[in-house]
């Protein structure tokens, strides 16, 4: 099955710095999420995306549907220890029941 | 309280055996999924059901297999015939389906084992 380009594939970052991320593919998507998860817990819903350009926050994360429907961004400002763990953004695509997942980015704060 | 449920979280077994594995919701949505997780690797889809009694392979279906006899619930067995069946799985569920534009919900996931 189809996956998404996801990267960094990791992140070591000092606590305060901001973070971005971002999802990449080669086919148009309708709707884009991004989800956080820690370490042995299921993913957690943090910002749903469904029109091209749009850009939504939520506390400190703020993700954008890319112009060109095959990419989306998500940015973390000021991060703190709890941001710790692995992000994963997921897509679908027009006239399709499933959602394709990135590989994640794993998170490390250092405090 | 509401949400996915999932069952057992850790789970342990001999190689050959047949597992099952529980997964219920309490939000009245009408999709639920089952997704394997492995180490450094996203999510992939086994199986997926948008109504009662009807179901869908996902992409690496072989060697397991689901029903969905009530809304509310989607257990997931692990056959004999799946060939590296450790891995951390996650039970999913959904409003209306994800191709209809909602986001699905997940579970706090199972941990199988295969010894």
């Known amino acids: 099955g189809q996956q998404l380009n996801q990267s960094p594939q990791s992140m070591f970052i000092q606590e305060g710095e901001d973070v971005s991320m971002n999802c990449t593919s080669s086919s148009i998507f309708n709707t884009w999420l991004w989800y956080k998860q820690d370490p042995g817990e299921g993913p957690v819903l943090l910002i749903a995306l469904y029109k091209a350009g749009e850009l939504t926050s939520n506390g400190r994360l703020t993700a954008q549907f890319g112009i060109t429907r095959k990419d989306s961004f998500l940015n973390i400002s000021a991060s703190i220890p709890s941001d710790v763990g692995i992000y994963f953004c997921?897509?679908?695509?027009?006239?399709?029941?499933?959602?394709?997942f990135g590989k994640g980015t794993k998170l490390t704060v250092n405090p | 309280d509401g949400g996915i449920t999932q069952s057992p979280k850790y789970l342990f077994r001999k190689e050959g055996q047949n597992v099952t594995l529980s997964c219920e919701q309490n939000l009245n949505h009408d999709a639920m999924y089952w997704y394997r997780q492995d180490p450094g690797q996203g999510l992939r889809l086994i199986y997926y059901?948008?109504?009662?009694?009807?179901?869908q392979k996902g992409d690496i279906a072989e060697g397991y297999s689901v029903s969905r006899e009530k809304k509310e619930s989607f257990p997931l067995t692990v056959t004999s015939a799946q060939k590296n069946p450790t891995a951390f799985y996650l039970c999913?569920?959904?409003?209306?389906?994800?191709?209809?534009?909602?986001?699905?919900?997940f579970g706090e996931g199972s941990w199988l084992t295969v010894v």
């Open positions: 997921a897509g679908r695509q027009g006239g399709s029941e499933k959602l394709v």
């Open positions: 059901s948008q109504i009662v009694n009807d179901f």
């Open positions: 999913a569920s959904s409003p209306k389906g994800a191709f209809s534009g909602n986001t699905i919900y």
